[in-house]
């Protein structure tokens, strides 16, 4: 089997192998071998000059015989040379070219084989090989180049073709050939190298033998022409003047024509269409039509389409390498430019190398923070400015140890902001910015005295956990300006990856460190107050566990030598004031709680909202939407209605949105009504200029005058001109002033409020207008829905009295505290039909309260009335409303034991009672939760008697005045205190109410 050596670029694709010239030969080669042949071409206008024409050089490394074998056929065949001295160079041999009838077909994959042509191929079949050198041995070097056609359906770039035509075989092989080829000469066999140089064309007419596959051939000859047609003439200078352009451009195709003339002699018409074939990039079908056609005006044709199209090729190949060229070659000027710039800056003084500089840049920095930066840092920053100066500008290693050093030197090492321990200042700041919180406040100043009398404060880490909306947040921002520290906050909600706050290792690319460096070098200090946000949000993914990793940050006993990746070195955290935020603390991992100092913030009641939008919402608010405070007054009854049926949560941030509202609404009415004020002014004043023109020219005399004056009683001065008109009326015409004292008298044409002005002795109208207060906008209760809409929230309390077996409890909810009812009824009863069904979306732990409240209401009913057999005979069902509210908590067990025995005896709980608390199954009352938001739903929903755990007490006792004013409240420690509290013995039953 064979393949040919090709390559996809011209060169290869058409090399030709270099032969030695023939000594014999006696010919020279110009030095200018296309011009001197095509040349040769204009000037004999296709006339042939001699035998010339007929001239063939084939020169190669074979015997003398075989190069002489050729000259002596073309001898016989009447084309001899007219030189003795060249014919006598060819030595003869057998047999002739033309005597080769039948040859062995060589398949060519990519490129057929033109005359005059070398082309070296691969032949991998050992028998076809060895059939060549039989050949080559018995003097017969001569074999059929056939292009190979595609194989139908195959694609001709992926190389298959090739590979099938290895595996076909006899009349397969035959089949995939092309009928016309060239007769080829073996020049030379090295190993699987054979070396063709094609002579004339063939034309398959039959198969002799399969393996090798050796077919019969016909010599084809060009069709007879006219060698002085003007056709050809004009189509062969078309083709030389595209040939010439060509060259210019292409020092390859020089190559192809110094080595064409060298070994084949001169040009004529049809081997000119052959090497402008051969010799152009055009592919295999294309070059095949050349090979096949006879007529020299189609192939010359067919030639020039071809070169042509080279020439385009050519011409965008010189434009893409131009603009190449002139991109590079700015590039560098540019950069020579810009490095002789620098060296005679250099020179001069003026400027330094950018490493000098770098480093002179850095140790500026860490200059002024020698003395308070640690030794190892100082350390590690001379090392790397070192190995700074021993790397070049342009490696990546450069960049990273840049960086890193300006990280490193950018740093407050050692400066701290002097830090303001005047208790009374703080105090003031704090109850600037919230009212209220006063255990917040009352641990800032703590924390402010114990520094004060240390003469130095320590790091600390507390956290504000709260529902939201209280202000935490704000609250951090308000300790800092307290203290007088820097102030920053990022926020590690939904934080996955530890990178973030331990920082990336440097050989990452973009690698950063973590958000407390980050940090020390936003603020400048080495002891801010940070606030990190939503603590209890933080994610867990496949980077790590950032809760671990926030460890060693807020680890008083570690954070003194904390650790960032990137930087590499022990950082001093310790004196740096952590304020964590979260909403729920059980989210909160317990390791990462231990070192924080929780401080729960309840939320403000109403009393505590109402002063807040007051004294701060109301304010800001007014100032952002550019409203003046004498322009609206919100009334205190549509504050509280605010307040309590829309923004019934424990924050005060949708009570901001709300009042945002409000005053956005007002700001509109306001444009509004300023608008329209001023089109009524342009008018009237338009109206007033154009009656006083008609009054200037329709001015009445005075006789002529009739008054018309409409019955007013009471009235002096009415009576007056009543009794005076018949008698002179032209004299109380002269006796009534300029100025009219009766608004409803119709000669006047003024309006009521022109006479009230002129009756008060203002002399001119337009500044008593201007003098008149501005009209406010008053939002009342009544109005409010305009505003804001239909209230959002309805009363909590649904009973004024609850009926039998329903009891009020109290709960505690993420957004604040709330009431809730307990119902009890029966479904059934009869013997042994004793059960209990529980409803209201009831978690697993409540759902334990309620059979233990079951169990504990059998066995006080038991006590108290022995002979009731309610709970043995009756089947109950107990709910809990708002149904679509997902409930849990073990703190309503007194409530449900209250409302099964309120059922059982048929007796009424006592009116305005709430109670809370966990009951065990022995009747002991266990303490619960949430003190102050439950007392806060108890105080909004009117309840005036509350039942807590004894063991609450303390915690009731530190709520603030304001939340335990007008509570009755009863601290129990058994269910028996509840059953005396809430079935008193001066209650009536149902029947007797």
Known sequence: MLRVLTSTSLQSRLRHIPLKQCTNCGESVSSSPLLRVLSSLRSNNGRETGNNWRRVFYCSESSENEADSVAEAEAKAGEEEADSKTAGAIVPTKPRPEDC?????????????????????????????????????????????????????????????????????????????????????????????????????????GMVEEDPLTVKVDHLKE????????????????????????????????????????????????????????????????????????????????????????????????????????????EQRRYLLNEQLKAIKKELGLETDDKTALSAKFRERIEE???????????????????????????????????????????????????????????????????????????????????????????????????????????????????????????????????????????????????MVQCLKAVGTANPLVLIDEIDKLGRGHSGDPASALLELLDPEQNANFLDHYLDVPIDLSKVLFVCTANVVEMIPNPLLDRMENIAIAGYITDEKMHIARDYLEKTTKEACGIKPEQVEVTDAALLNLIENYCREAGVRNLQKQIEKIYRKI???????????????????????????????????????????????????????????????????????????????????????????????????????????????????????????????????????????VVMGLAWTAMGGSTLYIETTHVEQGEGKGGLVLTGQLGDVMKESAQIAHTVARAVLLAKEKENEFFGRSKLHLHVP???????????GCTMITSMLSLAMNKLVKKDLAMTGEVTLTGRILPIGGVKEKAIAARRSGIKTIIFPEANRRDFDELAPNVKEGLEVHFVEKYDQIYDLAFAPNHETKEQV
């Open 101 to 205: 009838l039948t040859v062995i077909a060589l398949p060519l994959p990519h490129r057929p084989l033109f005359p005059g042509f070398y082309m070296p191929i691969y032949v991998k079949d050992p028998k076809l090989l060895q059939a060549l050198n039989d050949n080559r041995k018995r003097s017969i070097a001569y074999a059929g180049a056939f292009l190979v056609k595609d194989e139908p359906g195959s694609d001709p770039s992926t190389g298959d073709s090739e590979k099938s035509i290895y595996d076909l075989k006899g009349k397969e092989l035959l089949d995939r050939l092309h009928e016309v080829g060239t007769l080829a000469q073996i020049t030379n066999i090295q190993g699987d190298q054979v070396v063709l140089i094609g002579h004339r064309r063939l034309r398959i007419t």
């Open 223 to 330: 069709k007879p022409y006219d060698k002085d047609n003007d056709r050809i003439k004009a189509t062969s200078f078309e083709v030389i003047s595209t040939l010439r352009d060509v060259l210019k451009t292409s020092s390859l195709w020089k190559d192809h024509v110094q080595t064409y003339t060298q070994h084949i002699g001169e040009f004529n018409y049809p081997r000119l269409a052959d090497f402008g074939a051969a010799i152009s990039g055009a592919n295999k079908l294309m070059c095949q039509q050349v090979l096949e056609e006879l007529d020299v005006e189609n192939r010359l044709k067919l030639t020039l389409e071809l070169v042509k199209k080279e020439m385009e090729i050519s011409k965008i190949q010189q434009s893409i390498a131009k603009a190449i060229e002139e991109k590079i070659s700015g």
């Open 369 to 515: 923070k020698k003395d308070k930066c640690p030794p190892h840092v100082l350390q590690v920053i001379e090392e790397e400015l070192t190995k700074l100066q021993l790397l070049e500008a342009s490696s990546s290693e450069f960049n990273v140890t840049r960086n890193y050093l300006d990280w490193l030197t950018v740093l407050p090492w050692g400066d701290y902001s002097d830090e303001n321990f005047n208790v009374h200042r703080a105090q003031r700041i704090l109850d600037e910015d919230h009212y209220g919180l006063s255990d917040v406040k009352e641990r800032i100043l703590e924390f402010i005295a114990v520094g004060k009398l240390r003469g130095t404060s320590q790091g600390k880490i507390i956290c504000l956990s709260g529902p939201p909306g209280v202000g935490k947040t704000s609250i951090g921002r308000s300790i800092a300006r307290a203290l007088n520290r820097e102030f920053y906050r990022f926020s590690v909600g939904g934080l996955a990856d530890v990178a973030e706050i331990k920082g990336h290792r440097r050989t990452y690319v973009g690698a950063m460190p973590g958000k």
């Open 667 to 805: 700001a509109l009415q306001l444009v509004r009504k300023d608008a329209s004020n001023k089109e009524e002014e342009e008018e009237e004043e338009t109206s007033s200029e154009e009656k006083e023109k008609e009054t200037t020219n329709n001015k009445p005399e005075k006789k002529e005058i009739n008054l018309t004056i409409e019955a007013v009683e009471n009235t002096e001065e009415d009576t007056l001109i009543k009794d005076s008109v018949d008698a002179d009326v032209a004299t109380i015409i002269d006796d009534i002033p300029a100025k009219p004292l009766l608004p409803h008298c119709r000669a006047t044409e003024q309006k009521s409020g022109d006479y009230e002005a002129k009756s008060k002795g203002d002399d001119n109208p337009s500044e008593a207008k201007s003098d008149n207060p501005v009209e406010k906008i008053i939002v009342n209760e009544s109005n409010l829905t305009d505003y804001v809409g239909k209230p959002v929230f309805q009363a909590e309390r649904i009973y004024d009295q609850t009926p039998v077996g």
């Open 882 to 892: 708002a149904g679509a509210t997902p409930k849990d908590g073990p703190s309503a």
